[in-house]
């Protein structure tokens, strides 16, 4: 026989749970507290919580009393419901709680660990109305479940969800800090590998050693020159450091600085040439820090690793809008042969393209890029066209 509870003996419950789930930070801790300690409380022989999947296609059992609690925090043979099927499906599809008198003449019940009478189904919905999971309650007793019942089971489902919301709220935040933070380390990541390679011990001690051998040999004007340079491209890259744009302009600037003593450092074994179309709005241009840079470098290392002889360089700007186009092609003068095999050249352009895909992972840039070969009437490699179509960061 159904006993029915007294307001006071309601009113405890409600209490007991609404107090006892502000200590609970996690997810699972409230629905097992909610199966365990609140619905024994109502007197129930059976209970078990679903929650829906991520998908929200299927309930998953997550936490129950009596017999599919055997002991601890296991559950009996768990099973999963799709959305839409059984009497508990049906009410994670409706939104709406059902009692269910005689589960003999209703077709949609499913047998889970043992066949009962009657059964009581309660949505658990968030604010905004949407289902996250069910309370299914059973009983052998045919008729057993109550309207009471049915009130009190809604008012405790209601209270579990704001909690549950709250919760999931907070792990949210928890995430998208964690992904904030992660972010920055990667971009701290990509800053310091680019600065690394900038700052190429063989580039900075070749620069010095041909701006001392100026100075030796009494040659002030270059040695001038090409220290002022010099200075000029080290104030640059500290003081990019933490900037994650830079402007076109800007950039344009410091590769002339950068190209001028690499060609110094090669003791002129290639040229190159800058275009960049001044009326296309390029002093509001803005592109990443340390990219440009970071393929020019590894270019020219591989262009004169590759050729005993002399090699053009080209780098293009081309201001559209939103987007900014840099084409870098390499060209050797002569007919010789290169290639791109050996493992040190595998090396700098991935360490390249690493940076390119982080800036997407962390940044979402989406730059797209493009690497072809120009080759003789032989077939055979004699330059590489790098393009990069990156976001106009204005």
Known sequence: MTKRLSFDELEEVLIYFSTSILGKNTEEEILW??????????????????MLDKKCTKLIQKAAYGSKNPKSYDIYQPIDIPVG?????????????????????????ILDDEARLSEITVPIKLEDGNVIGVIDCEHPEKGYFTDQHLRILTAIASIAAVKIGRVRSEEKAREEEQKVLMAQRKMDEIKIKALHAQMNPHFVFNALNAIQHFIITNEKKPALTYLTLFSRLIRHYLNNLENETIGVADEVNMLKWYLKLQKLRYEGRFEYTIDVDTNKGV????????LVQSLVENIIEHMISQNKGNSDLSVKFDIRNELVDLEVSMRTKNNEFYSDHEPEYRERIAQWIDHVDLLNEVRQYNITRNIRDIRNSYGQVQGRVVSLTMPNLF
């Open 283 to 290: 002093e509001r241009a803005n592109i990443p820090t340390f």
């Open 33 to 50: 507290d909610l199966a365990k300690n609140c619905i024994s409380k109502l007197g129930f022989v059976d209970a078990v919580i679903y």
């Open 85 to 109: 099927q059984g009497i508990t499906g049906t009410v994670a599809q409706t939104g709406i709680a059902e009692i269910v008198k005689d589960t003999t003449k209703d077709s949609r019940y």
